[in-house]
C-alpha cells in the first residue's frame, strides 16, 4: 500500500517507465527536486501535483494520498465480458443510491 505522496510519485514514475531526470524535464525542474520529493525530503509546488495528475492520469486525491482507488485490469477479457463486469460496478454503485 502507497501511503505518501512520496510512495505515490515514484510508483507512478516507475509504471510510467519514466527515469527521474525525464520526470523532472517534463515539469520543467531538476532530477535532484524529483529525488527529494520521492524521498520525503521536501514536497512539490500545487503547479507540479497538477501537472503530475495529468502525466500520469491519477487524481490529485489520488496522488495526494486523499482517496484509494481499486483498480483492476480486465484488458484480458472479451467486450462481452467487460460489458458485463461494467454494468455490475454500476449496479453496485448505485446500490447506496436507493437508501
Known amino acids: 500500500m502507497l501511503y505518501n505522496i512520496a510512495d505515490r510519485i515514484k510508483y507512478l514514475r516507475d509504471k510510467a517507465g519514466m527515469k527521474q531526470i525525464e520526470l523532472a524535464k517534463r515539469l520543467g525542474i531538476s532530477r ?4 527529494s520529493w520521492e524521498m520525503s525530503l521536501s514536497t512539490p509546488s500545487i503547479a507540479n501535483i497538477i501537472e503530475m495528475t495529468q502525466i500520469f492520469h491519477v487524481s490529485a486525491d489520488y496522488l495526494l494520498s486523499l ?10 477479457l472479451s467486450d462481452e465480458e467487460k460489458e458485463i463486469v461494467l454494468r455490475l460496478i454500476n449496479c453496485l454503485a448505485n446500490k447506496g443510491d436507493s437508501k
Do not use: G, K, Q, T
Not at 535532484?32 to 529525488?35: G, H, L, Q, Y
Not at 482507488?69 to 484488458?75: A, C, N, R, T, Y
Open 32 to 35: 535532484s527536486a524529483v529525488n
Open 67 to 76: 482517496s484509494e482507488p481499486l483498480m483492476v485490469d480486465i484488458s484480458m
